[in-house]
């Protein structure tokens, strides 16, 4: 990864699964040239690493803040990481 890339650890809360977050997330990340992952967790949230330049990085955190589709998310939580230099985007 380029040395100015960020990564970014997100919690989504709410109405967050099956609702097609996961797939939503990763065309975005993909359209954004955006590294990482995202996936369901036990609790019905959807948690998801975001790696790349940082305006691209920020603008998916949004993406996630409002949701795709029908979600409804009511809390997100993001954290900065260290980035690793993950390549390429996947869902777990």
């Known amino acids: 990864m380029a040395e100015s ?3 970014r650890r997100v919690l989504a809360s709410g109405d ?3 609702v097609f977050f996961r797939d939503a997330t990763r065309q975005e990340a993909s359209k954004r040239g955006v590294a990482g992952w995202v996936r369901n967790c036990g ?8 790696e790349g330049p940082e305006d691209a990085v920020s603008a998916l955190v ?3 803040r409002a949701g795709p ?3 409804s998310v009511e809390r997100l939580d993001v954290e ?10 996947s869902v777990r």
Not at 43 to 50: C, H, I, P, T
Request: proline share 3%.
């Open 5 to 7: 890339s960020v990564r």
């Open 43 to 50: 609790d019905g949230s959807v948690e998801a690493v975001f």
């Open 80 to 89: 900065s990481e260290e980035p690793e230099g993950l390549s390429g985007f």
């Open 16 to 18: 967050v699964q099956g």
């Open 62 to 64: 949004e993406f996630c």
């Open 69 to 71: 589709g029908s979600a």
